[in-house]
């Protein structure tokens, strides 16, 4: 599927002399986080450079924050512009196959203004299933000047989600954890269990196919109508565990034609920082 979000491997492949385009690499493992490092080295699309999830798309873990708060807007940029990915550039991020982390680096370039962002649909899988080139070398981009111009209407926080009784409801808050954790039945990550009473669920999983890619428009509409109606231009927002893989659910809106959801960056994780705010659990 090629379109202005996605790019299958060999349309990307036709790119990859391109002096305009750039490849960012961001596998990542939670169970090990320099697992994703590793394979980067190991071996990646030619080219491409390497954003980790922790030390680049996020900063690091306050006393009330999520697993994954938002880098600093300058720090980030500044980054981007180390890594050669001028806002003049069309990049493209991928990570092993769900497109999972590669969701929190297109959200974020997008965020600092950067909006000529696409992901390899199906990641580092898609590109070896089509036996398309690989290579260890690293890359030494030219720095460029990134100038960030954050678009903060595209975050909703956690006190405007505690802020009254059915403050997530109002928000139209779809949570893109699996059902069982949206359920509260099992919690293989945060301490408590459980979802934001209001929220719906949609996990982002529902969202692929088989293989890890994209399902076709209609069947994204079907998906999100079931959750919002059919109004497509109403406001809605997205969480998850610490807003990584709810960003995914932003690609599947706008694939679907629905308008972009507000990121809750802070998502289940910071909502339980405080004992006092409700959970759900059904």
Known sequence: MDNEILIS????????????????????DLARPEAGREQYLAGHIPGAVYMDLDRDL???????SGRHPLPDVNEFAARAGSLG???AKTVVVYDAGNSAVAARA????????????????????????HALPVNDMVPQ????RVDATPSWDRVITTDELAAAPGSAADARLVDARDAARFRGE????????????????????????AAGRWREPEALLSLLAE????????????????????CHLAIS??????????????SWSEWIRDPARPIGRC
């Not at 060999?10 to 990542?28: G, H, M, Q, T, Y």
């Not at 996020?58 to 009330?64: K, Y």
């Not at 959750?227 to 497509?232: A, F, K, T, V």
Request: net charge negative; charged share 25%; with cysteine.
């Open 9 to 28: 491997p060999r349309e990307l492949e036709s790119r990859l002399d391109a002096s305009d385009w750039a490849i960012i690499d961001c596998r990542f």
């Open 58 to 64: 996020a900063s690091p873990v306050g006393p009330a």
């Open 85 to 87: 990915l001028g806002k």
């Open 106 to 129: 297109w959200w974020l370039l997008r965020w600092i203004g950067h909006d000529r962002v696409k992901v390899l649909d199906g990641g580092f899988a898609a590109w070896l299933e």
């Open 141 to 144: 981009p030219t720095a460029e």
């Open 186 to 209: 099992v919690e293989p990550i945060d301490p408590v269990a459980g979802h934001i009473p209001g929220a719906v669920n949609l996990p982002f999983t529902d969202c692929l196919d």
């Open 227 to 246: 959750r919002l109606g059919p109004d497509r231009e109403q406001e809605w927002s997205v969480m998850c565990g610490s807003g990584v893989t709810a």
């Open 253 to 266: 809106a706008l694939l679907a034609g629905y308008r972009e959801p507000r990121l809750y960056v802070g």
